[in-house]
């Protein structure tokens, strides 16, 4: 990933930087391995996941 500065401005540079990591999804796997998790809890949550993506994705197909 490679973020450019313009204009010398850092902190909007920073600010690029925390967006594209998040919308990645970087900090929110940070989070899932800082412990353990249990295989039905993954299974779990890799379902909910799923479902949530489904949604969002049929949320978007209905507004055009």
């Given amino acids: 990933m490679e973020i450019r500065v313009q204009g010398g401005d850092l902190n909007k540079a920073i600010k ?21 998790e249990k295989s039905s809890i993954k ?5 909910e996941d799923a479902q ?3 949604r969002k994705k049929q949320k978007r197909l209905q507004q055009r």
């Fill in 43 to 47: 299974r779990r949550r890799k379902a």
């Fill in 52 to 54: 949530r993506r489904l």
């Fill in 16 to 36: 690029v930087l925390k967006r594209k990591l998040q919308q990645d999804g970087l900090y929110r796997e940070l989070r899932q391995r800082r412990f353990h």
